[in-house]
């Protein structure tokens, strides 16, 4: 190559450095892989709970001229497995403890007797619905449901022979509708209206045989407590 060419050829390579050089960097951020978010609630999550209730019983006559009225309160807890935060189901127990006094009633009216007259009422409830979520993380859920119970029913009093207290027992349905409010990652609160309908286990003495109310259930106001996911 002759002096000239060679130096033709250097220009040459040096503008074609000069201009890959002056090209602006690239300002844009690198790309990264999209990140794929999950719930973290368990798939099946078990969650203990307390309740208090008050129920309006369906035998109000019979529990308003025993107790001086006819919605009396429950006390209890129990255990609820949710599965995919969607479905439930629940086993729960409460009792009913309170002390009044003998009655009968005549023309239309009820009358006190004075003496002593304690009733006890256990209800075992086993019950499971859906949970309707509505947004991804929902602070509000709304739920309905379904079950069965059995309740046991005792009845004493000191002024009364034995064989004149009563303790039976009998199965039951109930239907329930409320709503679950998250007070934080772990606790709940919920509530809800239940109607429990448990026929045949009343309306054998006493008040309730006289004006035929037979039905031990009512509709209650539910309030829970739970802890977990």
Same mark, same amino acid.
């Given at each position: 190559m002759t002096r000239p060419r060679f130096v033709a050829a250097c220009v040459v390579a040096l503008g074609c450095c000069t201009t890959a050089g002056a090209q602006p960097p690239d300002d844009r951020p690198p790309m990264?892989? @999209?990140v %794929? =978010?999950?719930?973290?609630r368990p798939t099946v999550s078990l969650r203990p709970f307390v309740m208090g209730s008050e129920q309006a019983f369906a035998a109000a006559t019979t529990f308003d001229a025993i107790f001086g009225g006819s919605r009396q309160p429950f006390f209890g807890g129990g255990l609820q497995v949710v599965i995919a935060n969607?479905?439930?189901a629940e086993v729960g127990a409460?009792?009913?403890?309170?002390?009044?006094?003998?009655?009968?009633? !005549?023309? #239309?009216? @009820?009358?006190?007797?004075?003496?002593?007259?304690? /009733?006890?009422? =256990? $209800?075992?409830? %086993?019950?499971?619905?859906?949970r309707f979520r509505f947004g991804?993380?929902?602070? *509000?859920?709304?739920? /309905?449901? @379904?079950?069965? #119970?059995?309740?046991?029913?005792?009845? =004493?009093?000191? !002024?009364?022979d034995p064989d004149e207290d009563l303790s039976t027992r009998h199965r039951g349905y109930l239907l329930t509708a409320g709503a679950e409010f998250r007070l934080h990652r772990w606790f709940?609160? /919920? #509530?809800?209206?239940?109607?429990?309908? *448990? $026929?045949?286990?009343?309306? *054998? /003495?006493?008040?309730?045989?006289? %004006?035929?109310?037979?039905?031990?259930?009512?509709l209650a106001a539910q309030l829970k407590f739970i802890v977990g996911r």
């Amino acid at each position: 190559m002759t002096r000239p060419r060679f130096v033709a050829a250097c220009v040459v390579a040096l503008g074609c450095c000069t201009t890959a050089g002056a090209q602006p960097p690239d300002d844009r951020p690198p790309m990264r892989p @999209a990140v %794929i =978010t999950k719930d973290e609630r368990p798939t099946v999550s078990l969650r203990p709970f307390v309740m208090g209730s008050e129920q309006a019983f369906a035998a109000a006559t019979t529990f308003d001229a025993i107790f001086g009225g006819s919605r009396q309160p429950f006390f209890g807890g129990g255990l609820q497995v949710v599965i995919a935060n969607q479905f439930y189901a629940e086993v729960g127990a409460s009792r009913f403890k309170r002390t009044g006094e003998r009655a009968f009633y !005549s023309n #239309g009216q @009820a009358y006190r007797l004075g003496l002593p007259l304690t /009733a006890r009422i =256990t $209800p075992l409830e %086993i019950a499971g619905g859906y949970r309707f979520r509505f947004g991804p993380d929902p602070v *509000v859920l709304p739920y /309905a449901g @379904a079950g069965l #119970g059995w309740y046991s029913y005792d009845e =004493t009093s000191p !002024s009364s022979d034995p064989d004149e207290d009563l303790s039976t027992r009998h199965r039951g349905y109930l239907l329930t509708a409320g709503a679950e409010f998250r007070l934080h990652r772990w606790f709940h609160l /919920a #509530g809800d209206l239940q109607y429990t309908r *448990v $026929p045949g286990i009343l309306g *054998v /003495a006493g008040v309730s045989k006289v %004006i035929g109310e037979d039905d031990l259930g009512g509709l209650a106001a539910q309030l829970k407590f739970i802890v977990g996911r």
